[in-house]
């Protein structure tokens, strides 16, 4: 498992451990190190930072000009380290969504920042926020028309949609490990723009699973290789099969949810013996 979940969940999956879902770590003041990193003494302080200047504007509301991460000059490391502090993510296939969704205290639909600051679109509603938002305002800001709190249910019916399309999920923090949301990330997400397509530095874990192909099973139609957005899937002309390189893979599971043959699993990553111990390494370096 990756190093969250034997840091903050006692060896289980992190982001499915009710206590880092909680209000009382959401409110409980944070170590001289945390504050020293954030700038704020509670992970509460932190997130109304982060809604208001990187959520709000997205909304199509004014920004508040307010550093809200790591800056990113600097020793690599030490950047590295400091991101997984403050807000860092990891991979999450659909299966897992319905639990992550039943820990939150409320989810909320919301404008998605990245996609906002790459592309200049307001109220693109990718993300879903944790305990973020009580009515319609958020700070002074009205944000009813794009800031929809929903039922479990009902998100996950969006995000089964979202799937189907070939985004990846992913669930973030807000001063780990203090879960704050769940995104569906494509091009226009920009820790998976400068991470997966820049090679550049991490800012999520891989997912606690693996993709593999029963070759019993697959037709050779690629659908899955037109889905998977980390360049994992591959064919071969002399077999008529897909094949998924586990190094590349980064276990979000699309690929298995487009599948019209159901020939694709996800395994436990731990147990795979090529890809059990990698978690953050950037294709240019595993591929």
């Not at 879903?128 to 938002?133: D, E, I, K, Q």
């Not at 949301?181 to 530095?201: K, P, S, T, V």
């Not at 994992?232 to 487009?258: M, W």
Request: aromatic share 10%; with cysteine; hydrophobic share 35%.
């Amino acid at each position: 498992m990756c190093e969250f979940c034997a840091e903050h969940s006692e060896g289980k999956k992190w982001y499915l451990d009710m206590k880092n879902y909680s209000r009382e770590l959401l409110v409980a003041r944070m170590t001289g190190r945390e504050r020293e990193l954030a700038g704020v003494d509670t992970r509460l302080e932190w997130l109304k930072r982060f809604v208001t200047s990187f959520v709000v504007p997205a909304a199509g509301a004014a920004a508040r000009d307010v550093e809200w991460g790591p800056d990113e000059h600097g020793d690599p490391e030490v950047v590295l380290e400091q991101w997984k502090t403050v807000h860092f993510g990891q991979v999450v296939p659909l299966k897992d969504v319905p639990e992550i969704l039943s820990l939150a205290r409320s989810v909320t639909r919301m404008p998605c920042g990245c996609r906002f600051r790459l592309t200049g679109k307001t109220d693109q509603r990718y993300c879903f926020g944790f305990g973020v938002v009580k009515g319609g305002s958020v700070e002074g800001f009205d944000v009813s028309s794009s800031f929809e709190t929903m039922r479990p249910e009902a998100a996950f019916a969006i995000i089964r949609k979202f799937d189907e399309e070939g985004l990846m999920h992913s669930v973030w923090t807000g001063m780990t490990p203090y879960v704050i949301g769940l995104c569906n990330c494509d091009h226009d997400c920009a820790a998976y723009r400068g991470y997966i397509e820049d090679r550049g530095r991490p800012r999520f874990f891989r997912a606690e699973y693996v993709a593999e192909v029963n070759p019993d099973l697959c037709t050779g139609c690629k659908t899955c290789m037109k889905q998977c957005q980390f360049a994992a899937a591959f064919y071969s002309s002399a077999d008529a099969k897909v094949t998924i390189n586990p190094v590349r893979c980064f276990g979000c599971g699309v690929c298995a949810g487009s599948c019209p043959a159901r020939a694709i699993t996800l395994l436990e990553r731990s147990e795979h013996p090529r890809a059990g111990g990698i978690w953050l390494e950037t294709p240019a370096k595993t591929g």
